[in-house]
């Protein structure tokens, strides 16, 4: 079993992977600590900028920017894929083997990426009412 709190800044990496690419996994940032009677956390991903494809400008990292070990080279978050999980899920997920933990965000990098939620014109809806009225009125 893995020692895993679903606590803010946290990270962890996810399946995310197609037929032809089976074993991908994205690193997502947990925004918040558990919260309401469900105890949900809101989730975001991080991608790889790619020459020639588009990304999402409202929060971009330079690798330079952090020293997280899995962000090397320069990235994005793309709030397309952000989305809201209840803690418990996250810990079972951890505790199969399925979701592995990968350490916390330092706290200027996690600021910039909450910035970027409501600037993003890919959150989803829900993701923004969720932060508006959870997140938001605790920064």
Request: with cysteine; hydrophobic share 35%; charged share 25%.
């Amino acid at each position: 079993m893995n020692l895993f709190f679903p606590v803010e800044r946290a990270t962890l990496l996810i399946p995310s992977g197609t037929e032809s690419d089976p074993d991908r996994k994205h690193l997502f940032i947990l925004l918040n600590n558990p919260i309401t009677d469900e105890k949900l956390i809101l989730l975001v991903s991080l991608s790889s900028i790619k020459q020639g494809h588009y990304h999402d400008p409202a929060c971009i990292i330079d690798a330079n920017e952090t020293e997280h070990e899995f962000i090397k080279k320069p990235s994005f978050i793309d709030y397309s894929k952000a989305r809201i999980e209840p803690a418990i899920s996250l810990s079972n997920g951890v505790n199969q083997g399925v979701l592995i933990p990968r350490g916390t965000i330092e706290r200027t990098l996690f600021n910039k990426i909450l910035a970027g939620v409501l600037v993003s014109k890919r959150t989803p809806r829900k993701c923004k009412t969720f932060f508006e009225t959870h997140i938001k009125p605790n920064l």
